[in-house]
């Protein structure tokens, strides 16, 4: 049904499980918002690839099938996050699709605020 939440997300932080439900088109930072996840200084920029606040890493099957690679702002953002790995996104940038419905993403603990 469109505008139903009706895809699922796990994050991943800090040894807890926190699931988030949202719909097709919504980014990770969106659901992370919209099920209020109180997620310490995570999207400062509010998806305007300014920070680096939103770094997510994910699993090498699940980075494999995102629609959408990463831009070169993206990748120079990146850069900036503490961590970084080879599966690591923005996760303002990841928008919601049904193959990715279940999906498990490990918010790092640990930021850095690129403004
Ligand atoms: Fe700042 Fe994603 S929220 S780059």
Known sequence: VAGANDLKVKFLRDGKEYMAYGK????LLDMIINNELDFDGF???????????????????VFDKLPNKACDEELDMLDLAYGLTD???LGCQIEM???LDGIEV?????TFDAR
Do not use: F, M, Y
Not at 24 to 27: A, L, S
Not at 43 to 61: I, N
């Open 43 to 61: 999207g400062a920029c509010e998806g305007t690839l300014a920070c680096s606040t939103c770094h997510v890493v994910l699993k090498k099957d």
């Open 106 to 110: 490990e918010v790092p603990a640990s």
């Open 87 to 89: 599966t690591s996104r």
């Open 24 to 27: 097709k088109g919504d980014t």
């Open 97 to 99: 699709t049904e193959e």
